[in-house]
């Protein structure tokens, strides 16, 4: 599988953003889905993740109550809706797959948050 990840771009502290992540292949819903982000300067981190059939997701501590991710077995596709974002969300953002562990990363999308 291939992964294109898209929607990044510039918004105001408080805005809202949604990311996408289309596959390629027949595949997709025989994988875990995830986003993971890097800041300026900063290594790569989780974000947050979901399961092949959508039944339980997790995310990262910094992001809990205001990112939502989903996915579309049918369109092959992963979102990730940030919600009141901040300026420390700032990040170059990725989506990745795995059967269990992520082996499989899209090119990253640039999200931005001004303050």
């Known amino acids: 599988v291939q992964l294109q990840a898209s929607g990044g771009g510039l918004v105001q502290a408080g805005g809202s953003l949604r990311l996408s992540c289309a596959a390629s292949g027949r595949t997709f819903s025989n994988y875990v889905m995830a986003w993971f982000r890097q800041g300026p300067g900063k290594e790569r981190e989780f974000v947050a993740r979901?399961?092949?059939?959508?039944?339980?997701?997790s995310y990262a501590d910094s992001v809990k109550g205001r990112f939502t991710i989903s996915r579309d077995n049918d369109k092959n596709t992963v979102y990730l809706q940030m919600n009141s974002l901040k300026p420390e969300d700032t990040a170059v953002y990725f989506c990745a797959a795995g059967p269990v562990s992520f082996t499989i990363w899209g090119q990253g999308t640039l999200v931005t948050v001004s303050s």
């Open positions: 979901i399961t092949r059939s959508s039944s339980s997701t």
